[in-house]
């Protein structure tokens, strides 16, 4: 694969550098303290963002690795849009730049229309049933600008169902269930895919967790079979194992 999608990384984070004094430099961009540079690793198939801090002598030191995305052939310019974003919030931690708090003007997602389920309305129901995460996914969308679904899951939601399926009650768990029974009864394809690989997931948590999540699916055999074959199918993608911080 060749470096194709390079100019869409660095354009989703064109903004934020330019907003903090980065300049295009020989092998990345600069401001007055700080080099940073993206780099596509061909053997390893990765975007990396590294950063290095200039001495007292006026040269920029070793690098060091900041973040690292999984970028393989079958990615696009929209994924490529993703690892910037991401590149631009890892920056704002490690410079101290706090994003804009827009959260409090971002919509939370709506139900899906026509008596389907699309990944929107999937994570309406999710935020229904975890309300905790309700301020976690507008802040979301404040940084990001889009929702990131998988990454949003994985960050948030997967912890919260692993706890739940850890420590919960059989009554939340039946609850839990239900929403996931409508999921893959109306949701679409996109969507029970990423509820599959979401409950897969938790089910890489730990071996309490994988008992939870079979004794709850064992209502639906066809529904306990997808989680079952989808499970170690994930554990060999490294790509959506970054994603959902397996």
């Excluded at 060091?64 to 970028?71: A, C, E, R």
């Excluded at 931690?93 to 229309?113: H, N």
């Excluded at 169902?161 to 939340?172: A, D, I, R, Y």
């Excluded at 039946?174 to 029970?192: C, H, I, N, P, R």
Aim: charged fraction near 30%; hydrophobic fraction near 35%; charge should be negative.
């Amino acid at each position: 694969m060749d470096n194709r999608y390079y100019d869409s990384v660095i354009k989703e984070m064109k903004p934020f550098l330019d907003e903090n004094g980065f300049k295009e430099t020989e092998g990345g961009f600069a401001n007055e303290t700080k080099k940073i540079a993206v780099k596509y690793d061909e053997a390893k198939q990765t975007y990396s963002l590294f950063m290095s801090v200039k001495d007292e002598e006026g040269n920029f030191g070793e690098e060091t690795s900041v973040n690292t995305w999984l970028f393989d052939d079958s990615q696009t310019a929209k994924d490529a849009e993703a690892v910037g974003i991401d590149f631009v919030n890892s920056l704002r931690k490690e410079l101290g730049v706090k994003a804009a708090r827009r959260g409090a003007d971002v919509s939370l997602p709506t139900a899906s229309k026509n008596g389907g389920m699309n990944v929107t309305g999937f994570a309406k129901k999710m935020l229904d049933v975890f309300p905790v995460l309700k301020d976690d996914y507008k802040e979301h969308i404040a940084v990001y600008g889009n929702f990131l679904y998988l990454n949003f899951f994985g960050e948030k939601l997967v912890p919260q169902m692993v706890s739940l399926f850890e420590n919960g009650t059989k009554k939340q768990i039946k609850k839990l269930y239900d929403v996931f029974e409508d999921a893959y009864v109306k949701g679409d394809k996109d969507t029970v895919n990423v509820m599959i690989a979401v409950i897969s997931a938790c089910g890489c948590k730990s071996v309490p967790c994988d008992t939870a999540i079979k004794e709850m699916l064992s209502e639906n055999k066809h529904f306990l079979q997808s989680y079952e074959s989808f499970k170690p199918m994930l554990l060999r993608d490294k790509k959506l194992c970054s994603s959902l911080k397996i």
